[in-house]
C-alpha cells in the first residue's frame, strides 16, 4: 500500500507532493508565459473579499490542491503585477524565474541562514554574492554586507552602523544627519526607529535636477558646526524614487572625508545598475561611500524579497550588532566563517542571496548589463514620446530608468492640471492596461513611469504615454 497522508504530523502522501508541487509549479510557468496579458494591476474591494474569505478556522483536512485553487482564482488575480511589462508605478519588480526557483529551493531547503553552523553552504554563496556587489561598486577588499528584506532594512543597518561608529553616547543629543529633500521615506522612518529627533535631521534642498546642491550641505555642515552640534552622518541618492536623481556622489564624498562624516548611499532603485556600462559611469563615486544599499528584488531582478546593504569595511557593521547570548555560543564563526546574525538585526533569516547568485550564473553578468541597459532606454523612449504631445512638459528626464511629465496646458490652473493628472494615471491604472501613478514634485502633481523591466516593448511605452494623453483630454 503506498503511503498514506499523516496528518497528525503534518505530512502529505508523497502522491499528494508530487501533485501539489506539480500545479504549483505548472501555476507558475503558465502565470509567467500570459503575464503581459493580464491586468497590469487589479484590486478589488475588501468586501468582495471578504466574502470569499470571512470563515472560521478549519478544524479538519481538505484537498490540497483545492486550496491551492482557492488562491489561485479568489486571491492571486487581486495584485498589482510588479513583473508585467507595462508596470511602470512606483519600482517595477520584474522578477526572472530563475530566482523564482531559487526561492522554491530555499523554501524547501528550509535553509537558516544566520550562523555558519546552520547555513555554512549558504553562507558561502552570499559571502561571494555581496564580494560581487561590493567590487562592482569599486569597495575594497575589507567590504561586507547582508542580504536584507530589502532597501527600508538595509538603511536601516547601515543607518544603525553609522551611528555606532560615529558616536560615543554622550555625543548623541547633538549629532546632526543630512539628507535631501528627496530623500526616500524610509530613511525618515530608519532614523525615528534609531530615535534622532525631528530637529536632528537636515533636508538639503535639491537643484533643479532634484539632486543635492553641494554648496547647501556645505553650508549646512558648517553652520551646525558653528552652532555647537555635531554633524555626522550623509545620507546620498543613486537614483531617487521620485525622479532617478544620482547625487553628486564623487564630490559628496570629498566633503564627507573633509568632515568626517559617514557617507551612506541609498542605492535601493539605482544601485542595481552597476551591473551595466552605464550605471557604473553614473555611480563611480559609489566606490567612496561608507555603506550603500541596493535592492535586487528592483533593478536586479529578483522576485521579492531582496535586499542587500554593503559597508566599506565589514568589521563596523559587525562591532555595531554583535551580541552573543550563551545559548548561540556553540554556533560561534571560526576565522573568515561568517555569522550573518552578528552583522545585522535578524537572527532567523533566509538564504535571500541564492536567487540573485543562481540568475547571475544562469544568464551571466553581460544579460544582466543588457537588461539594465534596457531600463535607461525606454524611460528615454518615454521621454520622447510626451515630448511629441501638446499641453504636455517633462518635468524631470529620464535618469536611471525614472521619467515625470505632467499635462498643463497655458490656460489651465495648477490645481486643475493637479487634478487632471491625478484622474487620467488612476483610470489608465483601473483599466488594467498599463499600471501608471502620480508623485508630486515641488507640490506639484506628476505623472510618473518606472521603466525597469526589459520585457516592455517600445510599442507598450508609446501606447501607453497615449492612452494617458487621450484619458486625459477626456477628464
Ligand atoms: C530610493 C529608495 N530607497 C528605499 C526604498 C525602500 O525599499 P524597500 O521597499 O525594498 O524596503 C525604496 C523603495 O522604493 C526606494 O526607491
Known amino acids: 500500500m503506498p503511503p498514506r497522508r499523516n496528518d497528525a504530523q503534518l505530512d502529505l ?47 479538519g483536512p481538505s484537498d490540497p490542491n483545492v486550496v491551492l485553487r482557492r488562491v489561485i482564482d479568489d486571491a492571486l488575480p487581486f495584485m498589482g503585477r510588479a513583473d508585467h511589462p507595462r508596470y511602470f508605478a512606483f519600482v517595477p519588480g520584474p522578477a526572472n524565474f530563475v530566482g523564482i526557483a531559487a526561492d522554491m529551493l530555499v523554501s524547501a531547503a528550509n535553509v537558516f541562514a544566520g550562523t555558519w553552523l546552520e547555513g555554512s553552504g549558504p553562507g558561502a554563496i552570499e559571502l561571494q554574492t555581496i564580494a560581487w556587489l561590493a567590487q562592482l561598486a569599486g569597495m575594497p577588499a575589507t567590504a561586507g554586507g547582508l542580504f536584507t528584506s530589502g532597501g527600508s532594512m538595509a538603511n536601516l543597518t547601515a543607518l544603525h552602523a553609522a551611528r555606532e561608529c560615529k558616536l560615543a553616547a554622550p555625543d548623541r543629543q547633538r549629532a546632526v544627519v543630512y539628507c535631501s529633500d528627496q530623500t526616500h521615506s524610509s530613511i525618515g522612518r530608519g532614523l525615528r526607529i534609531l530615535g534622532f529627533l525631528p530637529k536632528q535631521v537636515r533636508e538639503i534642498e535639491t537643484g533643479e535636477d532634484f539632486a543635492i546642491d553641494l554648496g547647501q550641505f556645505e553650508a549646512g555642515v558648517a553652520a551646525d558646526r558653528a552652532a555647537g552640534r555635531l554633524p555626522f552622518c550623509l545620507i546620498s541618492n543613486a537614483g531617487t524614487t521620485n525622479t532617478g536623481a544620482v547625487d553628486p556622489l564623487e564630490r559628496l564624498g570629498d566633503v564627507c572625508d573633509r568632515e568626517g562624516l559617514w557617507h551612506h548611499v541609498d542605492g535601493a532603485l539605482g544601485a542595481g545598475a552597476i551591473l551595466s556600462q552605464r550605471g557604473r559611469r553614473l555611480l563611480r563615486g559609489l566606490s567612496r561611500a561608507d555603506s550603500f544599499s541596493v535592492d535586487p528584488h528592483k533593478w536586479m531582478f529578483q522576485p521579492y524579497v531582496c535586499g542587500c546593504v554593503v559597508v566599506r569595511d565589514k568589521a563596523q557593521l559587525q562591532r555595531a550588532f554583535s551580541n552573543v547570548p550563551d545559548y548561540m555560543e556553540d554556533a560561534d564563526a571560526v576565522g573568515s566563517e561568517t555569522n550573518f546574525w552578528e552583522y545585522g538585526p535578524e537572527l532567523t533569516r533566509p538564504f535571500r542571496a541564492l536567487k540573485l547568485w543562481m540568475s547571475l550564473q544562469v544568464f551571466g553578468a553581460d544579460a544582466f ?5 534596457r531600463g535607461f532606454e525606454l524611460a528615454e523612449v518615454a521621454e520622447r514620446a510626451v515630448s511629441k504631445l501638446s499641453g504636455w512638459r517633462v518635468c524631470s528626464r529620464a535618469s536611471m530608468g525614472v521619467v515625470t511629465f505632467r499635462y498643463q496646458p497655458a490656460t489651465m490652473t495648477d490645481a486643475d492640471a493637479d487634478r487632471r493628472n491625478r484622474v487620467a494615471a488612476r483610470a489608465l491604472t483601473e483599466s488594467g492596461y498599463a499600471a501608471v501613478l502620480t508623485t508630486r514634485l515641488r507640490g506639484r502633481i506628476v505623472v510618473r513611469m518606472c521603466t525597469l523591466n526589459p520585457r516592455t516593448t517600445d510599442a507598450d511605452i508609446v501606447e501607453t504615454v497615449a492612452r494617458l494623453d487621450s484619458l486625459i483630454r477626456d477628464t
Not at 369 to 373: D, K, L, Q, S
Open 13 to 59: 502522501s508523497p502522491d499528494e507532493m508530487h501533485k501539489l508541487g506539480r500545479e504549483v509549479i505548472e501555476w507558475a510557468i503558465s502565470y509567467r508565459l500570459k503575464l503581459a496579458d493580464l491586468p497590469a494591476l487589479q484590486r478589488a474591494k475588501h468586501a468582495d473579499l471578504a466574502a470569499k474569505f470571512s470563515e472560521s478556522l478549519p478544524s
Open 369 to 373: 548589463g543588457a537588461a539594465i541597459e
